[in-house]
C-alpha cells in the first residue's frame, strides 16, 4: 500500500526558509515524477515545483529562484527547499507522486495528506 507522508511544514516569518519533505513508501517499482503543487483559501490548487524521472524540473514562475526542488532516490523522497518566503507562499502544500508499481506495473497517481506553510509577521 502506497503512502506519501509530507513533513516540514510550518509558521515563518517573511524572508525565511521553510524545507518541505515527501517520502514515498510501499510497492513502488520507480518513480515517474514526483512534486509539490499548493492551495490558497479559496484559490485553486497550482504547482508549485516537480521532476520527473529523466532529470527534468519544472517551477511555477512565482517561484523561480527562491523554491528548489531535489530528491533522494534511494529514499524515494523528495525535498521542497523554500527561501525567501512571503506572505502570498501561504497555502496547504501536496505532495503529488506518479509512481510505476510493482504489484502490477502501472502508473498510479498520489496524492499526500498536505501540509500547512504560513508565512506571517
Known amino acids: 500500500q502506497v503512502q506519501l507522508v509530507e513533513s516540514g511544514g510550518g509558521l515563518v516569518q517573511p524572508g525565511g526558509s521553510l524545507r518541505l519533505s515527501c517520502a514515498a513508501s510501499g510497492g513502488i517499482f520507480s518513480i515517474n515524477a514526483m512534486g509539490w503543487y499548493r492551495q490558497a483559501p479559496g484559490k485553486q490548487r497550482e504547482l508549485v515545483a516537480t521532476f520527473t524521472s529523466g532529470g527534468n524540473t519544472n517551477y511555477a514562475d512565482s517561484v523561480k529562484g527562491r523554491f528548489t526542488i531535489s530528491r533522494d532516490n534511494a529514499k524515494n523522497t523528495a525535498y521542497l527547499q523554500m527561501n525567501s518566503l512571503k506572505p502570498e507562499d501561504t497555502a496547504v502544500y501536496y505532495c503529488?507522486?506518479?509512481?510505476?508499481?510493482?504489484?502490477?506495473?502501472?502508473?498510479?497517481?498520489?496524492w499526500g495528506q498536505g501540509t500547512q506553510v504560513t508565512v506571517s509577521s
Open positions: 503529488n507522486a506518479k509512481l510505476w508499481l510493482v504489484v502490477d506495473n502501472q502508473l498510479y497517481d498520489y
